[in-house]
C-alpha cells in the first residue's frame, strides 16, 4: 500500500471517529469522494432478507425513496441478477460505464460476511489499479460499518424491509452478529427463514484458537412464548461454552435450566451442538431430539447415525451422549430444523438439493436452500426453517484473501 493510500485510510478512520455513528459513513463516503474526485459515493447495505440492498440516505426537510423515518430514507433494490447482485454473489468488483461517468462498485465485507456494496462514479474508466484501491477502501469501510453499528438502530432499521414482531425482535438477538465467518479451515455460514410466527429457531458460532464451537437450536411452539424458551437455551448454552464446558456438560446444564425457568410447563428444545477441532477435523457432534446432521461427501448425502438424546428440558434428570466424525477435506456439513421439513415444505427432496447447491460457497448455498424451501413451501412457512452450512478444508492458519473475501473458495458462477 503506497503512503498517499495510507495517510487517506488514516484520514478516513479519522473522519469516522470524529463523527457521530449515524454520520460515520457519510464522513467516510465524503473522505472517499475527495481522494478520488468521485462525483458521487454511496453505500448500499444488505438487506436482512438476502435477497436485495438497501440504499440509506439523509434527508433532512424532503421526502426521499422508500421507507422513511424522522430524516432517514431506505430504498430497497430488490437482486435481479444483474451487476449489483452479482458483485455481492461472487465478491468482485463491476464497473459500469454511463453516459458522462463510470460506476464502479466494490464489495464492502468483512471474513466473508457481505455487508454490502460501495457504489463509486468516476469521471474516467478505472484502471486495476484503481478497482484494487477501491476495494481495499471498501474493506475498510467493512469495519467502520461493524464498528459503528453497535451504537446505533440506524444500519439495522434500513435492514429491514418488513417490520419485526416482538418474538421476531427476541429471536434477531439470539443470533451471532455476523451469519458467515470464513477461516483458514473452514467457511461457516447460518440462515434462518422467520416464519410468519416465529417459531423459536437459532443458531450460534464461535471460533476458539483451535476449536469451531456451533450450535443449531429450535425451541418448541411459536410467538413470544417459544422465543423466551429459546432464550433460556442460547443463553445456557453461551454461558457453559464460555466457561469451556463439554458439549454433555452444556447438555445438561441447558436441560435444567430450560425445565427450571420455562415459562411453559413441559417446554423443550431440540438442539444439535458442535465441537470441531481445527487442527485435525475432529468433529464431536450431540444430538438432543433434533432433526439428524447431514454429510455432504463425495457427491452423496448422509444423514449422521449420532447417539439418541431427548430435546432440551424435556426430562431435568436426562443424560446426554456424543459421537464423533472426521472431518475431509471438501465435506460439508449441514444441519437444518424441522422448518425445513414440516408440511408443504417436506416436498423438497433435501439431499438432491444439497447436490445442487454443493459448488456454492456456503453463504450462497444457505440462501439458496431457502429459496428453495420457499418456492414449494409459499411465501409465509408454517414454521421457522434455519440452516446452518459448514465447509471443512482443513489446513488450519491463516486464510489468503482479497478485500475480505477468499475468493478460492466455491463461490457463485458468473453470469
Not at 482443513?394 to 478485500?403: F, K
Amino acid at each position: 500500500m503506497e503512503d498517499s493510500e495510507q495517510i487517506v485510510l488514516a484520514e478516513m478512520l479519522q473522519s469516522a471517529e470524529d463523527a457521530a455513528p449515524v454520520e460515520a459513513v457519510e464522513a467516510v463516503t465524503g473522505a472517499i469522494a475527495s481522494a478520488l474526485n468521485a462525483l458521487g459515493v454511496s453505500l448500499l447495505i444488505a438487506d436482512l432478507s438476502g435477497r436485495a440492498l438497501v440504499r440509506l440516505t439523509h434527508q433532512p426537510g424532503a421526502d426521499g425513496p422508500g421507507r422513511l423515518q424522522d430524516e432517514e430514507a431506505a430504498e430497497v433494490l430488490p437482486f435481479d441478477g444483474g451487476p449489483y447482485e452479482q458483485a455481492v454473489r461472487n465478491q468482485v468488483p463491476q464497473v459500469l460505464p454511463g453516459n458522462d461517468r463510470w460506476r464502479l462498485l466494490a464489495p464492502v465485507t468483512e471474513r466473508g460476511e457481505a455487508i454490502g456494496l460501495l457504489e463509486i462514479d468516476l469521471p474516467d474508466e478505472p484502471d486495476a489499479e484503481v478497482i484494487a484501491r477501491v476495494a481495499r477502501t471498501a474493506h475498510a469501510l467493512a469495519f467502520v460499518i461493524i464498528a459503528n453499528r453497535r451504537h446505533t438502530d440506524l444500519f439495522e432499521w434500513g435492514q429491514r424491509s418488513t417490520p419485526f414482531t416482538l418474538s421476531a425482535e427476541i429471536q434477531r438477538r439470539l443470533l451471532p452478529p455476523s451469519f458467515t465467518c470464513e477461516a483458514g479451515a473452514f467457511t461457516l455460514s447460518g440462515w434462518l427463514e422467520p416464519a410468519a410466527s416465529v417459531g423459536g429457531d437459532t443458531f450460534d458460532y464461535s471460533v476458539a484458537r483451535d476449536v469451531l464451537h456451533v450450535s443449531v437450536t429450535d425451541a418448541m411452539g411459536h410467538g413470544v412464548a417459544s422465543a423466551l424458551t429459546a432464550t433460556l437455551g442460547v443463553g445456557s448454552l453461551r454461558n457453559t461454552r464460555r466457561r469451556g464446558l463439554s458439549l454433555t456438560a452444556q447438555a445438561d446444564e441447558a436441560n435444567s435450566a430450560i425445565a427450571r425457568h420455562a415459562n411453559i410447563r413441559g417446554a423443550y428444545v431440540t438442539a444439535v451442538l458442535g465441537r470441531i477441532d481445527l487442527p485435525t477435523g475432529r468433529c464431536e457432534l450431540l444430538n438432543a431430539g433434533h432433526v439428524p446432521p447431514i454429510l455432504v461427501r463425495d457427491g452423496r448425502t448422509t444423514a449422521l447415525e449420532l447417539p439418541g438424546n431427548f430435546p432440551l428440558g424435556m426430562f431435568p434428570e436426562a443424560g446426554f451422549r456424543s459421537g464423533e466424525i472426521a472431518l475431509r477435506p471438501g465435506d460439508r456439513l449441514v444441519v437444518v430444523t424441522d422448518g425445513m421439513r414440516e408440511r408443504n415444505a417436506a416436498d423438497l427432496d433435501l439431499p438432491a438439493a444439497l447436490l445442487d447447491i454443493a459448488p456454492l460457497h456456503p453463504r450462497e448455498a444457505v440462501r439458496a436452500l431457502s429459496d428453495a424451501v420457499l418456492a414449494i413451501a409459499g411465501p409465509a412457512l408454517a414454521d421457522d426453517a434455519t440452516l446452518m452450512i459448514i465447509d471443512w478444508y482443513d489446513g488450519h492458519g491463516p486464510r489468503r484473501t482479497i478485500a475480505g473475501a477468499d475468493l478460492s473458495r466455491a463461490s457463485v458462477p458468473p453470469g
